[in-house]
């Protein structure tokens, strides 16, 4: 991929890093209602995670939806990215509202249906257990 490109495909973390990352994006969304622990001040955790102006289902790199799974006591907010350098795939599902996450790698590109199917099974077979 072109240098161009580093900061939508060559950003290179281990797990365990890209791990403490989500947590911290679980932690840190307005949503989720244990929130606070973290570095952001409330107002600026839902300014980065408010929609962009011309798109609602679009905020700060994550694809907004909701979920009845991911459903605590608000709408069921879910934060979703998928991508690849086409040599890896790899997929995030956040639900802040139950202090849930699944993170997804495959040594793989263009995986993003198989990535799809692999959160499904691990949403229905682990959220809402902790």
């Keep these: ?11 290179h ?20 209602p244990d929130g606070g622990a973290s570095l952001l001040q409330r107002e600026t955790a839902a300014m980065l995670f408010a929609p962009d102006q011309a798109d609602a ?24 990215h998928q991508g690849d350098n086409a040599k890896w795939s790899s997929a995030a599902y956040v639900a802040p509202e139950i202090g849930f996450a699944v993170l997804i790698v495959c040594n793989r590109a263009g995986m993003a249906d198989g990535l799809d199917e692999i959160a499904q099974y691990l949403v229905a077979n682990f959220a809402g257990t902790r």
């Design 1 to 11: 991929m072109p240098r161009w490109l580093n900061p939508v495909g060559l950003v």
């Design 13 to 32: 973390a281990n797990i365990r890093d890209w791990a403490s990352f989500i947590a911290f994006t679980v932690r840190s969304h307005p949503a989720n």
């Design 57 to 80: 289902t679009y905020a700060a790199g994550w694809y907004r939806t909701s979920r009845a799974w991911a459903k605590g006591t608000g709408t069921g907010a879910v934060l979703m």
